[in-house]
T-cell receptor, first 110, second 113 residues
Framework: AQRVTQPEKLLSVFKGAPVELKCNYS??????LFWYVQYSRQRLQLLLR??SRESIKGFTADLNKGETSFHLKKPFAQEEDSAMYYC????????????FGGGTRLMVKP | KAGVTQTPRYLIKTRGQQVTLSCSPI?????VSWYQQTPGQGLQFLFE???????NKGNFPGRFSGRQFSNSRSEMNVSTLELGDSALYLC????????????FGEGSRLTVL
C-alpha cells in the first residue's frame, strides 16, 4: 500500500528564514510526487511536481528515492507563503488517484 | 476557462438520509475525482471517473457511489448517512492522462446530524 507522511502539522518561521517541509513516502513502484498548496480562502492547487524539476514561487523539491523523501524547500520564506501544504503521491498506472499526506501548515511571521 | 464547480456548497442532512453532490469539471477535462476531507483522516480518495467509467476506487463502503455523464459532469451519492460522513467533499478534474495535475473545486461541506 502506498503512504505519504508529513511529520510536521505546523511549521512556523520568520520572514527571510529558510523553509523545509518534510515529506516521506512508501511505495513499491516508481512514484510520481506532487506538492499541493491551499492558501487562505483559496482552492487546493498544484505547486510543483517532481517530474518537471522546476522552481515555483522559489520552492524546489527533490525526489530522493534512497530516502523515499520529497522535501519542499525555499531559501527565504515570505509572508505570502503562509498556507497549508500537502505532499501527494500518484501511481502513474492508476489514473489520477492521489494519496495525500496529512498536510503541514506553514506560518511565516513578519 | 471556468474552474471546477461543485454544488451545493453547504448542506445539512440527518442520519439515515441520502445525499447527492454534483461536480462540473473544467471544459475539456475527461477525468473527475472525488476526495473526502476530514480533520481526523485528512484527504482521502473516494473514486475517479474517466469517460463515464470508474477508473479507480478508494477504500470506502458501498454506501458511497458515483457516476459520470457524457458531458463529463459527475455526481456522487452517499446513502444511509452516518455522523462520520460529515466532511468536505472535494471534486477535482483533469484532462485525463495518468499522473496529471488535478484542478480542485471549492468543495461541498456536508454536515450530518
Amino acid at each position: 500500500a502506498q503512504r505519504v507522511t508529513q511529520p510536521e502539522k505546523l511549521l512556523s518561521v520568520f520572514k527571510g528564514a529558510p523553509v523545509e517541509l518534510k515529506c516521506n513516502y512508501s511505495y513499491s513502484g516508481s512514484p510520481e510526487l506532487f506538492w499541493y498548496v491551499q492558501y487562505s480562502r483559496q482552492r487546493l492547487q498544484l505547486l510543483l511536481r517532481h517530474i518537471s524539476r522546476e522552481s515555483i514561487k522559489g520552492f524546489t523539491a527533490d525526489l530522493n528515492k534512497g530516502e523515499t523523501s520529497f522535501h519542499l524547500k525555499k531559501p527565504f520564506a515570505q509572508e505570502e507563503d503562509s498556507a497549508m501544504y500537502y505532499c501527494a503521491l500518484s501511481n502513474n498506472n492508476a489514473g489520477n488517484m492521489l494519496t495525500f499526506g496529512g498536510g503541514t501548515r506553514l506560518m511565516v511571521k513578519p | 476557462k471556468a474552474g471546477v464547480t461543485q454544488t451545493p456548497r453547504y448542506l445539512i442532512k440527518t442520519r439515515g438520509q441520502q445525499v447527492t453532490l454534483s461536480c462540473s469539471p473544467i471544459s475539456g477535462h475527461r477525468s473527475v475525482s472525488w476526495y473526502q476531507q476530514t480533520p481526523g483522516q485528512g484527504l482521502q480518495f473516494l473514486f475517479e471517473y474517466f469517460s463515464e467509467t470508474q477508473r479507480n476506487k478508494g477504500n470506502f463502503p458501498g454506501r458511497f457511489s458515483g457516476r459520470q455523464f457524457s458531458n463529463s459532469r459527475s455526481e456522487m451519492n452517499v446513502s444511509t448517512l452516518e455522523l462520520g460522513d460529515s466532511a468536505l467533499y472535494l471534486c477535482a478534474s483533469s484532462p485525463g492522462h495518468p499522473g496529471g495535475e488535478l484542478f480542485f473545486g471549492e468543495g461541498s461541506r456536508l454536515t450530518v446530524l
